[in-house]
């Protein structure tokens, strides 16, 4: 069975890394689907976002990166996934998410959202949280894998933020 993991990933935190990592011990393949959203000017790239995400899943079989514009549903559809893997970090979280699955279901009743909670030590990250910091200088080194804090680094210092 073929799960499809949804987001922006921008950039790829070590709490997505988790929900990965968990899913692939459930599913026969994870796509993890890169939102390109025409509206968002990201900080990443989408060709450095899947080398970023590609580099951070080497260590695991059956992870591919893609890309999406539109309704993740139908990307879903179109790559042949049944389920749409999302993770909750805290009861924060599941407002939105609830009303994101239940969406989702009347769109297409046929693909399942399933929640992974990520791990405690993980609870409080998010790639805002990890911008936020990065911009500012602080220490990430425990929040994305070594090459995205490299990334966020070089990205922050051409700003000129840093
Ligand atoms: O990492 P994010 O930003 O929390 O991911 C949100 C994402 C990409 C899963 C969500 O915004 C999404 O699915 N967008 C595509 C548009 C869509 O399908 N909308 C209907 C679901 S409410």
Redesign the pocket.
């Known amino acids: 069975m073929i799960a499809l993991y949804?987001?922006?990933?921008d950039p790829l935190t070590y709490g997505h890394l988790d929900v990965i990592e968990r899913a692939v011990r459930l599913f026969d393949c994870v796509v993890v689907a890169i939102?390109t959203?025409p509206d968002k000017s990201p900080l990443f790239s989408t060709k450095e976002r899947i080398d970023q995400i590609q580099k951070a899943t080497a260590h695991l079989d059956r992870v591919e990166v893609d890309t999406f514009h539109?309704?993740?549903?139908n990307f879903a559809r179109q790559r042949g996934a049944q389920v749409l893997i999302?993770g909750l970090r805290a009861v924060s979280d599941f407002e939105l998410e609830l009303?994101?699955a239940q969406?989702?279901r009347t769109?297409a009743p046929e693909i399942e959202t399933l929640f992974l909670s990520t791990s405690t030590v993980h609870s409080f990250l998010s790639?805002s949280l990890v911008k936020g910091i990065a911009r500012l200088g602080g220490p990430v080194s425990h929040m994305v894998p070594s090459h995205i804090e490299v990334a966020l680094s070089e990205r922050y210092s051409v700003r000129g933020e840093i």
Do not use: K, V
Not at 6 to 9: C, E
Not at 70 to 73: A, F, S
């Open positions: 949804p987001g922006s990933f939102l959203n539109g309704l993740t549903i999302r009303q994101m969406t989702n769109l790639s």
